[in-house]
């Protein structure tokens, strides 16, 4: 039987294998706690909401559920494959565009589904809270669509430089190029 003392030096660790990369490309420090933050403030509003016994109006409870529930899951689902090795194997390449799209649209809808559950509940404190926390994973989506926007601009820009397969970037039209080719008529 072969002893431990073996296989020890062969053993390196590699520190580029940690399942958890940040800051990344894809998400720094702060856009990572920001998400964190959604991921709890949905959940909380979420948990709050399904504790709620009675409703006046059903409708607004119930948009608001579906909100709340659909911001955690896939909110959570995009902190994980951002934040680790999992997004170069799921073969989307336009991560940033996804991203910000993903977390405007839960902004948008996260603003009017608390609006309206506010407007129509029973106003009890599992109502308010649930409220509160919606107002809350709200300013965090808002929070991170700003911090993506200071940091990184708008991914939708159509004025980006499309860049060639050799690793130059392609000509602006409109602009003449920096150096004139020759064809051999030159000083003759």
């Known amino acids: 039987m072969a002893s431990p003392a073996v296989y020890s ?3 390196v660790s590699d520190p580029k294998s940690s399942c958890l990369l940040i800051p990344s490309e894809l ?3 702060i856009r990572f706690g ?3 933050c959604q991921v709890l403030f949905s959940f909380l509003a979420f948990i709050l909401e399904e504790v709620v016994n009675s409703c006046i109006s059903c409708t607004a409870l119930y ?3 579906f909100v709340s529930c659909t911001a955690f899951l896939f909110t959570l689902l995009l902190l994980i494959l951002l934040s ?5 194997r799921v073969g989307i390449t336009c991560w940033p565009r996804l991203d910000f799209a993903y977390t405007a649209g839960i902004a948008v809808l996260f ?9 129509d509940n029973r106003n009890t404190s599992v109502e308010n809270g649930a409220v509160v926390f919606g107002f809350m994973a ?5 929070a991170d669509l700003g911090w993506f926007m200071k940091t990184s601009g708008f991914p939708f820009k159509k004025d ?3 860049e060639l397969s050799n690793g130059g970037t392609a000509p602006v039209e409109g602009q003449p190029e920096s150096e004139k080719l020759t064809n051999g008529t030159e000083g003759v």
Do not use: G, M, R
Request: zero cysteines.
């Open 63 to 65: 948009f608001f559920e």
């Open 111 to 119: 603003l009017i589904a608390s609006i309206v559950f506010a407007s």
């Open 27 to 29: 998400l720094d420090k």
């Open 138 to 142: 709200t300013i965090a989506f808002f």
């Open 34 to 36: 920001i998400k964190v």
């Open 84 to 88: 680790t090795n999992l997004h170069s």
């Open 160 to 162: 980006q430089k499309p």
């Open 9 to 11: 030096p062969t053993t």
